[in-house]
């Protein structure tokens, strides 16, 4: 089994301090042979208003130091987790171009309230005190998800955690899963397939795995091929908890392969 974390943070995001060089490492103790490092930048800030710019130059330089310090211990890649994109395409397509020819792989993902419902990260809510609060809230990422998929094919590779808002909502104390939202979640996966995307199993540092297989059974039977995984982890010791009941989970659904991203382009590796 190809053990692979795709989803990772460091200091050049801004809800880490974690060093790239530590990240490695903990990667090789885990027994990863592949590691991507996806710092955060989304379009919108935690309160909806416009993000500063991404720091390349940081996230570049990183790289290719702890690269060099590697060799072939890891491999290691440079990718981004892209937020909100649908807000500012041409804003998202120019940060992907100055990634360059080092980038190797983009999340998209959505984190905030669509901005017509104040456009504040959806972590703020309180889903315990107002009713139905979470059920707008899977709803209007939902409705994100489907015109970054529609009408923003070119600014992500793998689509991060559509399970995001559920995070918080089981904070709250409120039960909810996607089965309730079967219709939206598989016309976004017939979109994701059709144009030759991938999913992301996000485990959440090992916490979020019961609602995979249902949703990676709807991907199979949307014509879904392409499947990364990813723990989100912010801090070393977070790196690869969860990947290898993903990628059973993954083999399970029927899929052979789980991909990673090399200058956006996938590459499958046998389960």
Same mark, same amino acid.
């Given at each position: =089994?190809?053990?692979? $974390?795709?989803?990772?943070?460091?200091?050049?995001?801004?809800?880490?301090?974690?060093?790239?060089?530590? =990240?490695?490492?903990?990667?090789?103790?885990?027994?990863?042979?592949?590691?991507?490092?996806?710092?955060?930048?989304?379009?919108?800030?935690?309160?909806?208003?416009? @993000?500063?710019?991404? $720091?390349?130059?940081? /996230?570049? @330089?990183?790289?290719?130091?702890?690269?060099?310090?590697? *060799?072939?211990?890891?491999?290691?890649?440079?990718?981004?987790?892209?937020?909100? /994109?649908?807000?500012?395409?041409?804003? @998202?397509?120019?940060?992907?171009?100055?990634?360059?020819?080092?980038? $190797?792989?983009?999340?998209?993902?959505?984190?905030?309230?669509? *901005?017509?419902?104040?456009?504040? $990260?959806?972590?703020?809510?309180?889903? *315990?005190?107002?009713?139905?609060?979470?059920?707008?809230?899977?709803?209007?990422?939902?409705?994100?998800?489907?015109?970054?998929?529609?009408?923003?094919?070119?600014?992500?590779?793998?689509?991060?955690?559509?399970?995001?808002?559920?995070?918080?909502?089981?904070?709250?104390?409120? #039960? =909810?899963?996607? @089965? *309730?939202?079967? #219709?939206?979640?598989?016309?976004?996966?017939?979109?994701?397939?059709?144009?030759?995307?991938?999913? #992301?199993?996000?485990?959440?540092?090992?916490?979020?795995?019961?609602?995979?297989?249902?949703?990676?059974?709807?991907?199979?039977?949307?014509?879904?091929?392409?499947?990364?995984?990813?723990?989100?982890?912010?801090?070393?010791?977070?790196?690869?908890?969860?990947?290898?009941?993903?990628?059973? =989970?993954?083999? /399970?659904?029927?899929?052979?392969?789980?991909?990673?991203?090399?200058?956006?382009?996938?590459?499958?590796?046998?389960?």
């Amino acid at each position: =089994m190809y053990l692979c $974390d795709i989803h990772s943070h460091t200091k050049v995001s801004h809800d880490s301090t974690a060093e790239l060089s530590d =990240m490695a490492r903990a990667a090789i103790s885990a027994g990863l042979r592949e590691l991507c490092v996806t710092d955060h930048h989304d379009l919108l800030d935690f309160d909806g208003r416009p @993000a500063p710019p991404f $720091d390349w130059p940081a /996230a570049k @330089a990183q790289s290719r130091a702890v690269k060099a310090q590697l *060799g072939d211990k890891l491999a290691l890649r440079l990718g981004l987790e892209l937020g909100s /994109a649908p807000y500012d395409p041409q804003t @998202a397509r120019a940060v992907l171009a100055q990634g360059g020819e080092e980038l $190797d792989f983009v999340l998209g993902s959505l984190h905030n309230w669509i *901005g017509t419902q104040g456009g504040r $990260d959806l972590y703020f809510s309180d889903y *315990g005190k107002t009713p139905g609060l979470a059920r707008k809230a899977v709803e209007s990422t939902l409705a994100h998800t489907w015109t970054l998929v529609k009408e923003c094919p070119d600014c992500y590779d793998s689509l991060a955690h559509i399970v995001y808002p559920l995070r918080y909502i089981r904070r709250d104390g409120v #039960e =909810m899963t996607l @089965a *309730g939202f079967e #219709e939206q979640v598989r016309a976004i996966f017939s979109q994701v397939a059709a144009t030759g995307h991938a999913i #992301e199993i996000n485990t959440c540092r090992g916490r979020d795995l019961d609602c995979w297989p249902l949703l990676l059974t709807w991907f199979k039977q949307c014509g879904g091929e392409l499947v990364t995984v990813g723990a989100d982890a912010h801090r070393p010791q977070d790196v690869a908890k969860g990947i290898s009941q993903a990628l059973d =989970m993954i083999k /399970a659904a029927g899929f052979g392969c789980v991909a990673t991203y090399v200058r956006r382009r996938p590459v499958l590796h046998e389960l």
